[in-house]
């Protein structure tokens, strides 16, 4: 059936996590929120993903606070975040109480579409945060992670569409994180999907293999109700297609997005000048833009090339970068073919990276793939072998429950933990996602506004008292 497009637009969440690594910060965004806000998109992705971590320790900023100025700047969008199921937006699961308090919070101060997805694609790690945000009055979406290999065919993928749906989520996106899609596969999944489900399907691609516009395009065809794209000052390379591009692609069609492209192109030329000041201060490296199909061959996304890159830079061990990208596919069928997103990227391009420049493999085994290995993340899509485990684990035993079932609750150990150091109620989730980095900035805060070290910085009055 032809339909009008919604358009989500990702330049403040996505494009600059892809393009530089997450270093946009507050200052940079607040000139054009205003003209964002007009625009009409379906949401706006602002927060979540790695924006919270980058937020606390690279750009001194309190990612609450950035999203409640944001909020206030755009009254007329739905704001969207990006959220790791059981792992939030932190690397390990959390107990239950910490997760239904940071859903909680995330929508009290403005967060009105949660997109909530698992590494593994087990339905197990994402129940608790779908009653969470639907308790809020949150819209859930939920993020199939896709990836290619032999279990993924498209009945994977409609199977767990249908247990998406069952579990009570509002909409589905299918996550190409590591643009892996090609056209007619899109096409195909798009109308697979559409089939199965009544719920309205989102797509998400990068543009690193070249080939997202394409995808898109196929994707509307096949029916797809709403589409990811970046503005295009920072879009293309690994981050996404360009919205204007898009917008003008589907003018004039049954799918008309009906935005506004003379609007759309005042706010390209704000970006523009933001795009120049990256480059120039090396913060934005052109090499990132350039078409990369690497990804096609070893199922590697953007973002994993350059930190591989740097592992073997720190080993001095650059020469083995192609010896490692062989490798990965290797060690992703030994762990039961996990979809490549965070944090399994990490825990698989690592153990990959140690079994090269080692010289033998899985002499040297990092305690996260180790977990993986026992079950700790989830279920894996494909079971790992018996002897391979035993090799990787020893008698540790395995689980097979969903892990934050063998979690205590922790929030209140945690607010104990950082009472000295908190000024609002939102501070013990940063505290419980990143407790070092956040220690550091919560005693910036207090020098910066108090001029003490820091402690006992929760006896002034609370800033933002919520």
């Known amino acids: ?39 009409g998109f379906h949401s706006l992705e602002c927060w979540g993903g790695a924006t919270f971590d980058a937020c606390l320790r690279f750009l001194n900023e309190d990612p609450w606070e950035r999203l409640r100025v944001i909020r206030k700047n755009c009254p007329n969008t739905k704001l969207q975040m990006l959220f790791r199921g059981q792992n939030m937006l932190g690397y390990r699961h959390y107990a239950d109480d910490v997760l239904q308090y940071f859903v909680q919070r995330s929508v009290a101060n403005g967060i009105d579409i949660i997109r909530i997805f698992d590494a593994l694609n087990d339905i197990k790690n994402l129940n608790v ?21 032999p279990v993924f065919t498209n009945e994977y993928y409609v199977r767990y569409a249908k247990q998406i749906e069952e579990a009570g989520a509002d909409s589905i996106c299918i996550k190409d994180m ?28 990068h543009y690193t293999s070249g080939l997202a516009s394409m995808c898109e395009l196929k994707a509307v065809e096949a029916g797809v109700d709403l589409l990811d794209t970046a503005m295009s000052p920072l879009a293309l390379g690994t981050s996404h297609t360009p919205t204007e591009s898009m917008v003008a692609a589907l003018k004039d069609t049954p799918y008309d997005t009906g935005l ?104 040297m085994c990092t305690n996260e793939f180790k977990d993986l290995v026992a079950g700790k993340y989830g279920t894996t899509p494909v079971p790992i072998a018996d002897d391979f485990a035993k090799k990787i684990i020893g008698d540790m035993p395995r689980i097979t429950c969903r892990p934050a079932d063998l979690l205590k609750p922790e929030l209140e150990s945690l607010r104990k933990e950082c009472a000295e150091w908190t000024e609002q109620e939102e501070d013990v ?20 506004k108090y001029g003490i070290d820091g402690k006992h910085a929760n006896q002034k009055e609370m800033i933002h008292p919520v």
């Open 1 to 39: 059936m032809n339909q009008k497009i919604g358009i989500t637009e990702l330049v403040l969440r996505d494009a600059h996590q892809s393009l530089i690594a997450t270093r946009m910060p507050l200052a940079d965004m607040m000139p054009i929120l205003g003209k964002l806000d007009q625009v």
């Open 178 to 205: 590591a643009a892996l899609l090609t056209p007619y596969k899109t096409y195909h999944l798009v109308k697979d999907i559409k089939a199965a489900v009544k719920i309205p399907l989102q797509l998400h691609t």
């Open 429 to 448: 989730l940063s505290y419980a996602q990143f407790p070092k980095v956040s220690k550091d900035f919560f005693k910036k805060r207090a020098e910066k």
């Open 260 to 363: 506004d492209l003379i609007l759309l192109n005042e706010i390209r030329e704000y970006f523009m000048t933001l795009r120049d000041k990256y480059i120039k201060s090396g913060l934005l490296d052109p090499k990132m833009l350039a078409t990369n199909t690497r990804a096609l061959l070893y199922q590697v996304p953007g973002g994993m090339l350059s930190n591989l890159l740097s592992q073997l830079k720190q080993a001095g061990k650059e020469d083995q970068f192609e010896a490692v990208l062989e490798e990965v596919p290797r060690v992703r069928k030994d762990a039961g073919y996990p979809p490549l997103v965070t944090p399994t990227s990490q825990i698989v391009g690592t153990q990959a990276v140690f079994n090269v420049i080692t010289g033998e493999r899985y002499k």
């Open 129 to 149: 945060a779908i009653r969470a945000a639907k308790k809020e009055g949150a819209h859930v979406q939920v993020a199939m992670s896709y990836t290619t290999g």
